[in-house]
């Protein structure tokens, strides 16, 4: 008998597992009953004018959640005639939709008539299917809908750094999705579930391949397989794009060159994207990191980068596809300051780019760090499209076991103001166009998923690519909305249990920061990125040790950038100058971005740098046990298998955050000469001890 029991118990565990695959379109049974009839009287047919494959993915998208949601399946008919109480899918051209741009939609109802759901285009249809769905799963009301979205950017790409060996470059959630060696004659069906989460998104393309890319990719093997792909997600309103080796027509052209100015390499580029065209007529284009970390690229042969980009742009010239050229550049100058070196090889550049291009430039002037300022080059280009790269991915921010919500981080940098036009001109406006009037907008994510089966290793990081794909449709979202929506979609719908979850996200940014960089200390040095090694002092290239960005010495702390050091901050209009020159008024938050301050210093909250940097570093480690907390209480709200990994990574994270604290601390100690401020008690462990700990983990 006991043991029939357990066996039951065992398969009601197993039926309301959860690992996490469906995301946030899980589309579970509303347990509100009237409310849930409520939405029934109003979803009892969808009827769908046209048959493009688009519509039919958003009608067969709808006809899911329903089926999910309210328990029924709800027929799909060719015309609603007369009838009442179902939901019409139209891509309309009348004045219902004039307000709306290209894929923008249109959500309307009255009490006794239909939904509609109408856009200009059939991605417009499939975005406001998405969008209709939303508002059930988060349990909105939608008798007297009228919602209307536009998106602010054009091109919102996900960018995967993956290679034809399935392993992901600074990937921590499994393989690649793309299984190259079986493409393209065995189709993942996780190719259109991936297709679907992006689609839901308003997310429309997507880089398959690593920007640190190999020539393979434009062979015509790989070219097939990336077609078979394109296949799959053209359905779902996404385009597909390649990053590109920039010498390919040396390595497998047969070339001599790779010259951008030569006319058989001009020709071999053109010859290859027709090659492309054939085989993927909706090809989205070209990414391509040139003559950065390594890769090779026009200066190669004197050029400059306006005239590889604009090599590629012209083969792009016959079909509509985009050219994005990164600005992540930099050269190994003991002397210079990584910091400026995009806007200082990029300016000068500024309105020799084709129509065609647009220059790719990370959030940050360095590097993905878990707090920076903006790029100087936001706003210095008014006559070249720039568009943003986040990194959806955690290199800096823990891997796939820290919880950190990222939204914080990318609505920080695009709600900056750059003053290029006078107050008000943010980052945000910079990418969406309006502020110079860019003919060409989009936005980039390097993307955090793998072949584990909660997609981002931790199933919390889902919120990270949830948050991108929100934020590239519309950067006026907040942070706040974002996270208590995606945990009603994928988490919980109660509501004590969403405000602990939601409180929770919005912290842990702060928290990660705290512990591992605070005051604007940054940590770009070589390596796996993950374990502590702040005496990095040796490294190839004098850019790639941890002296270089920390700059500690007997006297303090901080990269100087104000014009007694490399001056950087010249790079910024005088009002942010003003914002950040001072090191008596600048921002905590990026005080030792732009000053080297004494270990005595006083700052603003009444503690010397020292105190205030163990202050930072204890509370932040500490706050981990508060999210531990915080956590075991939402246990009887959310699914015991995700409850249960969380938990563990918590853990996990709690140890390392430790890690991270005692290493920084027992380092700068050996510059600071001061004891650790009470309350807090010095670490149980020598410097040595943490070092050997990170000479461990480099192991193979
Ligand atoms: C750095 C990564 C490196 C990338 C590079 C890039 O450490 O793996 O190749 O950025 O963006 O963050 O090109």
Redesign the pocket.
Known sequence: MKRILLCLLFISHLASADDGYRLWLKYNLIKDVPKREAYARSAQFIALTGTSPILKSAAEELQTGLQGLLGKTVPIIANAGNRTGGIVLTNASGADVQTLTKEGYKLASRKGSNITVSGKTDSGVLYGVFALLRQLQTGQAIDNLSLAGNPKIQYRLLNH?DNTNGTI??GYAGESLWKWYELPATVDPRYRDYARANASLGINGTVVN???ASARFLTAEYIEKVATLANVFRPYGIRIYLSVYFPAPKVIGGLKTADPLDPEVKKWWADKTNEIYKLIPDFGGFLV?AN??G?PGPQDYRRNHADGANMLAEALAPYDGIVMW?A?VYKADPKSDRFKAAHEEFTPLDGQFDKKVIVQV?NGPI??QPREPFSPLFGNMPKTPLSM?F?VTQ??TGFATHWVYEAPIFKECLETDTYVKGKGSTVAKVIDGSLHQYTMTAIAG?ANTGTDRNWTGNSMAQANWYAYGRLAWDHTLSSENIADEWVKMTLTSEPKAVKTITDLMMRSREIYVDYNTPLGLSR?WSGV?FAPEPWQEKSVRPDWTAIYYHRADSIGLGFDRTATGSNALAQYRPEVQKQWNNPETCPLPYLLWFHHVPWTKKLSTGRTLWDELCTRFYTGADSVGWMQKQWAQVESAVDPVIFADVTGRLATQHKEAIWWRDSWVLYLQTYSKQPIPAPFKKPDRTLEDVKALSEIYKLR
């Open positions: 750094w470059e600074r690593n920007v640190n990191k950065s970390e890769e990164r992540f990370k590097d993905f790269e990194q290199e800096y390097v770009p990125h």
